[in-house]
């Protein structure tokens, strides 16, 4: 197998997920698995976090449920993103929830659930803020009585999406909560039964107990990772990621010598050059070119030079000890240190969940549980 591995631990995803059971009980758990578990692997993480206790799954994409379906994983699962009225068929035919916004969208569900006779499974999506898909607040109420009434579609539930909840500053996130408030509020007040009413995302899981309502929705939180720098972090995460790979090649250079495309590092000394089969096709991003860090034998090494599509280099110093076959730790912690997944969203301006979404799947995910691999 190459040595160029994305090492996940699930038993850390249970860990994380038991700490938020403890912070939002009794509210059910719907674990984020959208694109692809944020780079862990949705199938192996979505059956870690059922059995774990989660009762709901979701999803960004009909795809990535029917992914989940085809991969036995039968749990009630929504699917977060917009879709074409085309698309409807697939969500009666695979008992997938879909996220419902618009009157055409209702029509298409509808006749896809007389063909197939099965109903179709909905959450209203309200806009309170955030600007993307979803009912505007104020036609919440109206929008949801007619939805009501369409035969074949059963409301599941009803959400919205904090914009905010991951900054310090608070305000906007309320105004969007009492926003929701008012429109289930109203909607109830209509007589409409509404089985889920979810809001909380990481940042409100941390911070906004107040929008817990029936259901959470952890996503990055459940990998081992707070949303932002703003955040508290009145929840304790293990990352669930070890981007690593080994030594490939190693070689004493003189002074003066350069290194990688575009000359972009000449080495001032006499020193040692080592490269490891890894580069941003991989997800180690090119950015990092003389900026990124990496673990060798509990010590940190410097990117030298540009960030290439299979490979890096790293400047280890005159007589290195490092050897070909060395573990060479890319983010991530060991027991010997760590390489901070916050280092490099500090670095690159940008947040755990890029970061690790950057793993590519040409990365071979190896699972271990409680240490051991599976």
């Given at each position: 197998?190459?040595?160029?591995?994305?090492?996940?631990?699930?038993?850390?995803?249970?860990?994380?997920?038991?700490?938020?059971?403890?912070?939002?009980?009794?509210a059910?758990?719907?674990?984020?698995?959208?694109?692809?578990?944020?780079?862990?692997?949705m199938p192996?993480?979505?059956?870690?976090?059922?059995e774990?206790g989660?009762?709901?799954?979701?999803?960004?994409?009909?795809?990535?449920?029917?992914?989940?379906?085809?991969?036995?994983?039968e749990?009630?699962?929504?699917?977060?993103?917009?879709?074409?009225?085309?698309?409807?068929p697939?969500?009666?035919?695979?008992n997938?929830?879909?996220?419902?916004?618009?009157?055409?969208?209702?029509?298409?569900?509808?006749?896809?659930?007389?063909?197939?006779?099965?109903?179709?499974?909905?959450?209203?999506?309200?806009?309170?803020?955030?600007?993307?898909?979803?009912?505007?607040?104020?036609?919440?109420?109206?929008?949801?009585?007619?939805?009501?009434?369409?035969?074949?579609?059963?409301?599941?539930?009803?959400?919205?999406?904090?914009?905010?909840?991951?900054?310090?500053?608070?305000?906007?996130?309320?105004?969007?909560?009492?926003?929701?408030?008012?429109?289930?509020?109203?909607?109830?007040?209509?007589?409409?039964?509404?089985?889920?009413?979810?809001?909380?995302?990481?940042?409100?899981?941390?911070?906004?107990?107040?929008?817990?309502?029936?259901?959470?929705?952890?996503?990055?939180m459940?990998?081992?990772?707070?949303?932002?720098?703003?955040?508290?972090?009145?929840?304790?995460?293990?990352?669930?990621?070890?981007?690593?790979?080994?030594?490939?090649?190693?070689?004493?250079?003189?002074?003066?010598?350069?290194?990688s495309?575009?000359?972009?590092?000449?080495?001032?000394?006499?020193?040692?050059?080592?490269?490891?089969?890894?580069?941003?096709?991989?997800?180690?991003?090119?950015?990092?070119?003389?900026?990124?860090?990496?673990?060798?034998?509990?010590?940190?090494?410097?990117?030298?030079?540009?960030?290439?599509?299979?490979?890096?280099?790293?400047?280890?110093?005159?007589?290195?000890?490092?050897?070909?076959?060395?573990?060479?730790?890319?983010?991530?912690?060991?027991?010997?240190?760590?390489?901070?997944?916050?280092?490099?969203?500090?670095?690159?301006?940008?947040t755990?969940?890029?970061?690790?979404?950057?793993v590519?799947?040409?990365v071979?995910?190896?699972?271990?549980?409680?240490?051991?691999?599976?």
């Open positions: 197998m190459r040595p160029t591995v994305a090492v996940v631990d699930l038993s850390a995803i249970r860990f994380n997920l038991e700490q938020i059971f403890r912070k939002v009980k009794p059910c758990v719907m674990a984020v698995v959208k694109a692809d578990a944020y780079g862990h692997g192996e993480v979505a059956r870690t976090a059922l774990a989660a009762g709901y799954l979701a999803v960004a994409l009909v795809e990535e449920g029917i992914a989940l379906r085809e991969a036995g994983i749990a009630p699962a929504l699917v977060f993103g917009g879709f074409f009225p085309e698309q409807a697939f969500f009666v035919r695979y997938l929830e879909a996220t419902l916004y618009s009157l055409e969208n209702a029509a298409a569900l509808a006749e896809a659930a007389k063909r197939l006779q099965k109903p179709a499974k909905v959450h209203i999506k309200i806009d309170t803020g955030m600007g993307r898909v979803g009912i505007s607040w104020e036609e919440a109420a109206s929008f949801a009585s007619k939805i009501s009434q369409i035969p074949g579609i059963e409301i599941v539930g009803v959400y919205t999406h904090f914009a905010t909840s991951d900054e310090k500053d608070k305000s906007f996130a309320n105004l969007q909560l009492q926003r929701f408030k008012l429109t289930l509020k109203n909607i109830i007040s209509q007589g409409i039964r509404i089985p889920l009413k979810h809001a909380a995302n990481s940042g409100a899981i941390l911070d906004m107990p107040g929008a817990y309502f029936d259901m959470v929705r952890p996503g990055i459940m990998y081992g990772y707070y949303p932002s720098f703003e955040t508290t972090e009145s929840v304790p995460l293990k990352p669930a990621m070890t981007f690593q790979s080994k030594v490939l090649y190693v070689k004493e250079v003189e002074e003066g010598t350069s290194v495309y575009g000359r972009k590092y000449i080495t001032r000394h006499k020193t040692t050059l080592a490269t490891i089969p890894v580069g941003y096709a991989d997800g180690y991003n090119r950015l990092l070119t003389n900026r990124g860090e990496v673990l060798i034998h509990g010590q940190k090494y410097r990117v030298a030079g540009r960030v290439c599509m299979d490979q890096i280099i790293i400047d280890a110093g005159p007589g290195a000890s490092v050897r070909v076959g060395d573990d060479v730790v890319l983010f991530g912690r060991t027991a010997r240190g760590e390489v901070s997944v916050y280092d490099i969203c500090r670095k690159l301006n940008t755990p969940y890029e970061v690790t979404c950057w590519s799947n040409r071979p995910r190896v699972y271990e549980n409680q240490n051991k691999a599976i």
